[in-house]
């Protein structure tokens, strides 16, 4: 990609997690140069948060021997409602914020540009732009991994409703007075499909008497994490199968209502539990779509499984940097 | 409003429906001037049906004593899925149509510009702008009758989806393995909620051996329409009064989802139930709606039943041509 401007453009993008932030150089043509992962230490506050966004950026851009004056601009991701003009987090529970400003003290102390956006937005629009090459106007991107978020395109923009609320497929309620879920509400997908939700069922059926050899993998169940449900399949345990199976069949139910809700030219499952297992889960995805789709409205539509993985994030950040530089 | 065009600016929208064609002359201020009604007769085929689209057409243009000459568009709402660039019926299954051209043959007997869209789009259009005096660039319409269709007004504009197929809110499924919907799937918002279960319910009910004086208003329970349940409400019917709560809570669960998942600035309810008795649904679809939605979404958020009744889509086809003359 030639450049216009003698300035080199590189743009970084970064995820900012609960447990982790993760940064990436890319260059103009997105292709990743460096990375950079650090933890949030969130009990710390917004402001040391903050400085370790910052920091986390300088080390991506060390990592691919570059200097922050060829940085244009950043684009961040975080889990929760955002005021992408004002720059601000409404809410993020993870991290224990309400009302915190992110855009104005990382620009001051980078120096550059940057654009804030609710961290499944950012990764949906990763996927579009460095996955499906910015094709599909319509893109629905579920995440599922301790809790379940998505993000949606529509008509080409990405699409955060009236209150920076929208996108929230996690909170879609799937049975009337189901499960609890944490948000407050019951039934919600993610009271039925997260992985927080399938350690419930799994620690309620051991409690039962039931053998799983997620026991054997693990000293203590609570420390659970997709990587072990993806043993324990492996494994063959029955008690696993079964748990995903339902988690499958509830993921399948959910994208049938984004379907019949969105038509879109994509729908992209990504995050934690569907890198682990969503090979395994698949098949029953796809059939309980099937079953709840109107008909007809399936031809022509994508379902994938996301190649990006951890990248989703900080690819879409840096397509949000970039926009924020055109 | 001031005309820029020595023509004067008079619109006809059309709401074509499985047993009626209702079609309203409005001014270039989308003022009402007059309407008329006649019969479907959709079993006399798509040719039959055209020609008396444009017979009310007709009808509707003297009836506000006008001539065909002051008429700038015509916009027209189909029960179906449409592609609105080719002006042409994809499938309707009330009409049993399946790719029907009405655009072109309607251009050619009315000699006036023809734009064609789905009925609850074209509804929710009406709403937006005849009722909400276009303010909201995010609306979502839900409109129940013997089914359950919706619109979604996103970003300002009317979402239609990759298939012209978005929008379906009766077929979201609000229950895994629930009754059977007409679709084909089970579990669909329309299946639980729409008039259709309901008459359902009623007549379980009653084979049942419960009382109802819907037996006494009604000779015969499958002709039992929106108004007769009004009457048994008012008459303090036990079983009405629990079928219609329970189609609330479904419906405030739909809601719920709806705002979750698109967080528009306003959710609008229309269709012949919500005429008849939306008033005495609304405190359980609050309710539950309330119960349902992510803390702090539903702030700022308006949900209302609509004011304009059948007249959403007649309001909105007159939009669209609007739109089309501009």
Known sequence: MAETDSKPGCFVGVDLGGTKILAGLFDSALVLRGTAKITTKAQRGPQAVTERIVRCVRDAVDEADLAMDQ???????????????LGQVI??????????ALKQPIEKLLGVPVCVEND???AVLGVQVGELKGKPRNVVGVFIGTGIGGGLILN?????????????VGHMAL?????QCGCGNKGCFEALAGRTAILQRIKTAVSGG????????????????SGDLRKALRRGDKLTQRVIQDAARYTGLALANLANLLSPEVMVLGGGLIEAV???MLEVILQTLKEHTMPGSLTGMEIRLSTLGDHAGITGGAVLARQLSQ
Chains 1, 2 share one sequence.
């Open 175 to 179: 049975q009337m007075n189901g499960p």
């Open 71 to 85: 940085v244009r601009a950043v684009g961040l991701g975080v889990p929760g409602t955002v005021d992408p003009v």
């Open 210 to 225: 039931e053998k799983t050899v997620l026991t054997e993998i693990l000293e203590d169940l609570d420390r659970l994490r």
């Open 91 to 100: 809410f993020a529970p993870n991290l224990g914020w309400r009302g915190v």
């Open 156 to 168: 080409g923009e990405l699409y955060s409703g009236a209150a920076h609320a929208a996108g929230e």
């Open 278 to 280: 969503g090979d395994e």
């Open 120 to 122: 499944c937005n950012v």
